[in-house]
């Protein structure tokens, strides 16, 4: 076992001595463990083993989340392949890294009064601590730079961040005072310095030696959220005789449309798995289930195609354009499946169905626990019945249990209290079937949805939550779904705390029938509807129910 300086694996991953091979997975660590992770190394406490592969010839890589100089000269020799590390290696490459234009988040300070550590996004107060250039909030990058500072260059640095607290008031220029400060900052400066164990995994290059490196990696992931049997089966899928359709699927989830959506790589190996043997389940399956005589690239092919049709239509029909508008990611496989090798995708018959399928397993939560069972009782029936067999969508609506086809009640929609619940994802996909439109831009629902940002979308207090407190309304029917409207993030805005009754005089012509198409008229009633708010609530739910039942066909 080799020891090496931390700065010194980091610097080697960066220059790519160190590569990834093509089994690991995406970079999935959080900011808060990010910080521990930091915090661990500013108390000169452990963070683990490295792993790294050794082999004679070149393997299947693949990309690393971190900003590698094109065409930059390495002058060190390839090292291997890091089978486990990845995660910490990875955050600490992004926490040092320099000012760019796109990476806030990933970029960490140290908080010199609080000896903390945060990321740049972490919270909208170090966002506004950042942007007026708080002194206190000092820049990794400018304590730990990748490049090796002379002795001269980080006292520099040292005194410059002393000068600035001392200048606006942070510290007192007392010699007691700068010797804390700046024992901190040497304190960070140099927690890199410390040295990692680092196990090499020597290999040959026969099929057997990479079956071994695939398992160990399977075995190791230490210091990150452990493997799941997706997240297994998925690095299997490096073995030499499927690699080459990784990097297809790959850029399939990595594009714009499923990102939004959450689809990630594990996602695309249950949808492969389901077309490849017809079945989702990941437990007992042989060890080269890849390589039968069925074709794996046809296979990928007809997931893709699949998917693609599903996640088409989840965007165009339903509205569902962002992860929190998704009810599940798993039910979409059986209508990939279905769809896997048609080139026409649902029938206009279909339609219908495949809404119902969607938006009634969402709202009973049936695919929350035993995933490989669920999926596999709606496919089976597709499964079974021949290839030209018409409205096979029909087929999986019916696998539904009865009891699970229930109307929908006033007092579900009362009792429900998410802004982006189950039942709130079903109501945008109502809202969409009726063209229904913002209230002041007067857009259509959809056409904000699909807008390039993060949520597009607001969830919409009718009653607004300030309102309702000055009222001494309790906060469980404050937040509740009969008070809750969609509308765009800048009509959210306009509203702000405005009483409903004004917000509803004041609209003019079209404008007020949008607002119809949600408030279901209850608003032209002539009342007090402060003092009479819980018969809004009753008359509102009431409303939503009885709509969300036609448009599900429930009852």
Not at 13 to 24: A, H, K, N, R, T
Not at 506 to 533: M, N, P, V
Request: proline share 4%.
């Amino acid at each position: 076992m080799a020891y090496i300086k931390l700065i010194d694996l980091v610097r080697k991953f960066d220059s790519g001595v160190i590569e990834l091979p093509l089994m690991q997975r995406d970079y999935v660590w959080p900011a808060s463990k990010v910080v521990n992770l930091l915090d661990s190394l500013y108390k000169g406490w452990p963070i683990g083993v490295f792993y790294i592969w050794k082999t004679p010839n070149l393997q299947a890589r693949r990309g690393t989340a971190v900003r590698r100089h094109i065409g930059a000269k390495i002058t060190e020799p390839f090292w291997g392949y890091l089978l486990d590390g990845q995660q910490r290696l990875t955050s600490l490459s992004l926490a040092l890294d320099d000012k760019g234009a796109d990476n806030l988040a990933t970029r960490a300070f140290f908080d010199v009064r609080k000896c903390d550590f945060v990321m740049g996004t972490r919270t909208r107060t170090i966002e506004k601590r950042i942007a007026r250039d708080d002194p206190s909030l000092i820049e990794l990058f400018r304590l730990i730079p990748k490049s090796p500072p002379s002795h001269l260059e980080r006292e520099k640095v040292f005194q410059d961040i002393i000068d600035r607290l001392i200048h606006q008031g942070f510290i007192k220029a007392k010699p007691d005072d700068v010797a804390e400060y700046r024992q901190r900052l040497t304190q960070v400066s140099s927690m890199l310095e410390a040295t990692s164990p680092c196990e090499e995994f020597q290999t040959g290059d026969t099929d057997e030696d990479l079956d071994n490196a695939i398992e160990l990696f399977k075995r190791l992931n230490k210091g990150g959220k452990p493997l799941s049997r997706g997240d297994a089966e998925a690095a299997t899928l490096t073995h030499r005789a499927t690699a080459h359709i990784v990097p297809k699927m790959r850029e399939f989830v990595q594009s714009n449309f499923q990102q939004r959506l959450g689809l990630n790589f594990v996602f695309a190996t249950r949808a492969l798995i389901t077309a490849h043997r017809d079945s989702s389940s990941f437990s007992k399956m042989p060890k080269n289930w890849a390589m039968g005589a069925k074709d794996i690239n046809e296979s990928w092919k007809g997931a893709e195609h699949g998917l693609t049709e599903v996640i088409g239509f989840v965007r165009d029909e339903l509205g569902w354009t962002t992860r929190r508008w998704l009810p599940s990611a798993n039910a979409l496989i059986p209508l990939a499946y279905l769809l896997r090798n048609r080139g026409g995708g649902f029938a206009a018959g279909e339609l219908i169905d495949a809404r119902r399928y969607l938006c009634i397993t969402g709202v009973r939560g049936l695919f929350r626990s035993s995933v490989e069972t669920t999926i596999n009782s709606y496919i089976n029936p597709i499964r079974k019945a021949e290839s030209k067999a018409q409205r096979r969508m029909s087929l999986i609506v019916k696998r539904i249990p009865k009891d699970r086809r229930r109307t929908i009640k006033a007092e579900d929609i009362l009792r429900e209290r998410g802004m982006y619940s189950p039942l709130m994802q079903v109501y945008l996909a109502y809202l969409v079937s009726k063209d229904a439109r913002t209230w002041f831009e007067e857009s259509p629902l959809l056409e904000v949805a699909k807008r390039a940002i993060n949520d597009p979308l607001a969830v919409h207090h009718i009653f607004p939550k300030n309102l309702l407190r000055e009222h001494d309304v309790e906060a469980e029917r404050i937040n509740c779904m009969a008070n809750y409207a969609i509308l765009s993030q800048g009509d959210n805005a306009q509203i702000g705390d405005t009483d409903p009754k004004t917000v509803y005089d004041d609209l003019k012509g079209k404008a007020k029938d949008y607002a119809d198409e949600q408030l279901f008229f209850i608003l032209t009633e002539t009342r007090d509807w402060i003092e009479s708010y819980d018969a809004f609530l009753q008359k509102r739910a009431s409303a939503l129910a009885e709509r969300l039942n036609a448009f599900l066909k429930l009852g």
